[in-house]
């Protein structure tokens, strides 16, 4: 079946730019993750949704970024004003069940360069 | 807290045997492991739970030693495919599943013919 797409898969944007990058999860996963990950780095926990409830966003880095899954379904992040600092890969991973005892199914990433 | 893995890198010929750590300073409730490809996204290998747990499948096992706060990775005869970058994410035990994983900064596996 179709594993977690995310889209696009590549972005460039000016800095003070706000950009949206969008995850579909595997259909019947309950829970969404999103990571950042620098080059040479392991992923970096952002947020995550348990349906359509975010269940924790201290991960976020500061107030301009946020993220929604209004549907319990596809999410989107959204980071406002863009830095060059936010230049990274973000991934979104997908689950099962709720809690981290389901393995995560990671899309293949939005890599985002901020000029 | 970032868990700390060692080594950071390792280079083995195929069909040699290979353990990766992961150390955390916090009481832990589970443990992933992933396999990360250059280019492509972390590819689960497995999770184990608090209780002391072994798994394995086919050449690759893990365990978990809550009491030392760490796991480690045990890749046995290795193969040409198990070239890549291994992570482990930790969940602490207090977080209730509340703060995600906290993944390792990865040990990069080269096997070589």
């Keep these: 079946g179709a594993g977690v797409s995310q889209s696009p898969r590549y972005k460039v944007t000016k800095r003070g730019q706000d950009v949206a990058l969008r995850c579909d999860p595997i259909s019947g996963h309950v829970s969404l993750y999103w990571y950042r990950q620098a080059l040479g780095q392991g992923p970096e926990f952002l947020t995550y949704f348990n349906y359509e409830a975010q269940q924790d966003k201290s991960g976020l880095p500061n107030d301009r970024f946020s993220a929604e899954r209004p549907e319990g379904s596809i999410s989107t992040l959204t980071i406002q004003r863009t830095e060059q600092r936010d230049s990274a890969m973000y991934r979104c991973a997908s689950s099962y069940g709720t809690g981290l005892t389901y393995e995560q199914y990671f899309g293949p990433g939005t890599r985002l360069t901020v000029t | ?113």
């Design chain 2, 1 to 113: 807290q970032q868990p700390v893995q060692s080594p950071q890198a390792v280079i083995l010929r195929e069909g040699e045997d290979a353990v990766i750590n992961c150390s955390s300073s916090k009481a832990l409730y589970s443990v992933h492991w992933y396999r990360q490809k250059h280019g492509e996204a972390p590819v689960f290998l497995m999770i184990l739970l608090k209780g002391g747990e072994q798994k394995g499948h086919d050449k690759i096992s893990a365990s978990f030693n809550e009491k030392k706060q760490q796991s480690s990775l045990y890749l046995t005869a290795s193969q040409l495919s198990y070239s890549g970058t291994y992570f482990c994410g930790t969940e602490n035990d207090s977080g209730g599943g509340a703060d995600g994983l906290t993944f390792g900064k990865g040990t990069h596996l080269i096997i070589q013919p």
